[in-house]
């Protein structure tokens, strides 16, 4: 009964690394997609998959990739690690048959610092 | 102006107070979520409203789609209550993507 499952659960990199956030679903979810969470603001769209092979970006994609090989795992990947990056990040899926109207089901959290 | 606002910001309160949580937005929407966020970082989704009125526990969720509000309520608040508390909203015609509120942050004291 695993849900969302996200790796590592805190990570410090220095400025410049690279690193790939892990997400796996079991639930079969086709829509999946990655936040970050910032004191005093709501939570940001990063990208976003509607299936395997399909991404997308939302409001924040600068500085990240993303890919969709499986409808199970939806990596997340830093390119070049700034300290405007350190954030708490969600993954998160649901169906995606009734869009909006269907709860999401969240990871516990990556804790990510840039020094 | 954020698309959804949530009031108040944060919320101190004692045990067995009646708790509110406002949410305001100002898109048409299809549905509006509110969710709960523990210390320690888990989200996990409370309710999905599009009209009138859900119950769950000591959780009352309402939802005015005239005024665009909606309010959460606790009964009888615990301790285990304390938590941040998300309103989010999905905008009509938009399949993918929810517009989130910041929060609030509740804390209940014995």
């Known amino acids: 009964n695993a849900g969302v499952t996200q790796t590592p659960k805190f990570q410090v990199l220095k400025t410049g690394q690279s690193m790939t956030l892990q997400c796996a679903q079991d639930?079969?979810?086709?829509?999946m997609s990655w936040y970050r969470q910032d004191p005093g603001m709501g939570l940001r769209l990063i990208h976003y998959?509607?299936?395997?092979?399909?991404?997308d970006q939302g409001e924040v994609p600068n500085g990240y990739n993303v890919s969709r090989s499986t409808t199970e795992d939806f990596p997340l990947r830093l390119l070049s690690a700034a300290p405007s990056q350190t954030s708490v990040y969600f993954c998160?899926?649901?169906?995606?048959?009734?869009?909006?109207?269907?709860?999401?089901?969240f990871g516990d959290g990556t804790r990510l610092s840039i020094l | 102006k954020n698309e959804v606002e949530q009031s108040p910001q944060n919320l101190t309160a004692q045990e067995g107070e009646f708790i509110t949580i406002n949410c305001s937005y100002s898109?048409?929407?299809?549905?509006l979520h509110w969710l709960q966020q523990h210390p320690g970082g888990g989200i996990v989704s409370l309710f999905m409203?599009?009209?009138?009125?859900k119950k769950h526990g000591r959780l009352i969720a309402t939802i005015n789609i005239q005024e665009k509000h909606s309010s959460l309520h606790i009964t009888a608040s615990h301790p285990r209550d304390s938590a941040v508390y998300i309103c989010?909203?999905?905008?009509?015609?938009?399949?993918?993507?929810?517009?989130w509120g910041a929060g609030t942050k509740l804390i209940i004291k014995p």
């Open positions: 998160a899926s649901r169906p995606f048959t009734g869009g909006g109207q269907r709860p999401q089901h």
């Open positions: 639930m079969n979810h086709e829509y």
């Open positions: 998959s509607v299936g395997a092979g399909i991404t």
């Open positions: 898109v048409g929407i299809s549905a």
């Open positions: 409203l599009s009209s009138g009125k």
């Open positions: 989010a909203v999905a905008r009509r015609g938009s399949n993918y993507q929810l517009i």
